[in-house]
């Protein structure tokens, strides 16, 4: 796993930023996401920052190296939606495994021109949930109604999965999951990709709370959400998304209260202002995530919507030298979850006896 393990152990490592912040910063217009390649393609594609890894992928290096330098230890592809499920809004389902492909090749040369024999640098390949659920149905008045199956996100999943391997990332990140049932629908192909032969990488899960609730967008708490999760043994689990890092420490303590792996958080820069936008200054978001540190509560940080390069440099200053978490040790009972965690205790079975 190139020595990832091994620095994990050492120190905190930093995630980069919002890939689609800095995206936007740049004022794409229709034409800049079309490229000569797409110019006469029938549906808009303003929005699908995924296309511009295949239209221009000169930006998508450039804010990877800007991450890079600003002190990431990991870079993400430009992949959230590039699964054929996401695509197909855009009538772009047959350049899937093309743009995961490309995508990882990007982000790896990237990687390599920033990496050094004492620091080298890696790749997560994303996977975001898609815009379906498989646990909630899209009619209020036919609750059973799916529009999407556990076969469809799975066979989705997959191809995109098998395109990032192939490209050559070190981790598979599956994140934002709001829905746990899609993320298992991606565990599942991963270990499907696994069984036919091909090498597979580790695999960095983290959910999202989506509100003060604290609670997925399907119900679950932290500690559920790990118990449902906690048989792919992954890499790390955590959080990103929804929430500022004041709002969301005590689902990442509640995390780490249980989880036998890694920590990770990537917060917001806040909460969003009136127009949708971020304020949270670097300093503000790197304070917080020291505290965390400090705390001992993470293993794996960095930054989601309205991060910057500066936000992730602040951040990578703040842990540095801060001891990463300690894993919590793996437990040796019975944990069921459902929208919360249950678990039978040493008590439970001796008074069953």
Not at 70 to 82: E, K, P, Q, Y
């Amino acid at each position: 796993m190139n020595g990832i393990p091994e620095t994990a152990r050492e120190r905190i490592l930093i995630l980069d930023g919002a890939m689609g912040t800095m995206i936007q910063t740049q004022r794409p217009d229709e034409a800049t996401y079309r490229g000569q390649r797409f110019a006469a393609h029938p549906p808009d594609l303003a929005g699908n920052n995924e296309i511009l890894t295949l239209t221009q992928p000169d930006m998508i290096r450039d804010i990877h190296a800007a991450f890079l330098d600003a002190g990431a230890d990991i870079v993400c592809t430009n992949t959230f939606s590039a699964t054929r499920i996401s695509q197909s809004d855009y009538g772009m389902e047959d350049v899937v495994a093309e743009l995961n492909l490309e995508s990882a090749r990007i982000a790896r040369e990237a990687a390599v021109a920033a990496s050094t024999p004492h620091r080298p640098r890696w790749v997560a390949g994303a996977i975001g949930p898609t815009n379906r659920t498989a646990s909630i149905s899209p009619d209020v008045n036919d609750p059973g109604f799916r529009n999407v199956t556990f076969d469809d996100l799975a066979s989705s999943y997959g191809e995109a999965a098998r395109a990032l391997v192939r490209g050559g990332v070190d981790l598979l990140l599956v994140e934002t999951i709001f829905d746990t049932l899609n993320a298992k629908a991606a565990l599942h192909a991963i270990q499907s990709l696994a069984d036919e032969g091909l090498d597979m990488p580790p695999v960095m899960i983290s959910g999202t709370i989506t509100d003060r609730s604290g609670r997925t967008l399907t119900g679950q708490t932290p500690e559920a959400f790990w118990v449902s999760v906690s048989h792919a043994r992954p890499f790390s689990v955590g959080l990103n998304c929804a929430l500022g890092a004041a709002e969301m420490r005590p689902h990442i303590r509640a995390l780490a209260g249980v989880a036998d792996c890694l920590i990770s958080a990537y917060p917001n820069a806040g909460l969003p202002n009136e127009m949708g936008g971020y304020d949270e200054q670097p300093e503000e978001t790197a304070a917080h995530l020291r505290e965390w540190a400090e705390a001992g509560l993470v293993n794996v940080v960095g930054g989601c919507c309205g991060t910057t390069p500066d936000h992730i440099r602040a951040i990578a200053d703040a842990v540095e030298g801060v001891a990463p978490r300690k894993p919590a040790p793996r437990a040796e009972r019975l944990r069921l979850s459902g929208l919360e965690m249950f678990e039978k205790s040493a008590g439970d079975a001796e008074a069953a006896a």
